[in-house]
Nanobody
Framework: QVQLVESGGGLVQAGGSLRLSCAGSGRTFSSYAMGWFRQAPGKEREFVAAINWGIMRHADSVKGRFTISRDNAKNAVYLQMNSLKFEDTAIYYC???????????????????WGQGTQVTVSS
């Protein structure tokens, strides 16, 4: 059974930092794209960051503040979030592809596996 489990969410003041982790199990994701999405109340799920073939891609809204990374030995992906803003408040989801991709996927329908989400709340 393939699982992605996120951790590291919580409540933080604006300007603060959090590091999200996502651990995969049931299969190896080292050769496949992994990403982070988020969904705020009343809004659609949106792309945050992706990593594939060692190349990272970040949404314009988080560029310069968030950094995606991965540890293939641990089958894990991370999201370092700095200079957090109130508008970063959302449930953050980890995602992984089950097949090879040539680039860093930014659409939710390009991913095959999803975690359950972790809440990030930024107080202003």
């Amino acid at each position: 059974q393939v699982q992605l489990v996120e951790s590291g969410g919580g409540l933080v003041q604006a300007g603060g930092s959090l590091r999200l982790s996502c651990a995969g199990s049931g299969r190896t994701f080292s050769s496949y794209a992994m990403g982070w999405f988020r969904q705020a109340p009343g809004k659609e799920r949106e792309f945050v960051a992706a990593i594939n073939w060692g190349i990272m891609r970040h949404a314009d809204s988080v560029k310069g503040r968030f950094t995606i990374s991965r540890d293939n030995a641990k089958n894990a992906v991370y999201l370092q979030m700095n200079s957090l803003k109130f508008e970063d408040t959302a449930i953050y989801y980890c995602a992984a592809r089950g097949t090879l991709a040539a680039r860093q996927p930014i659409r939710a329908d390009e991913y095959d596996y999803w975690g359950q989400g972790t809440q990030v709340t930024v107080s202003s």
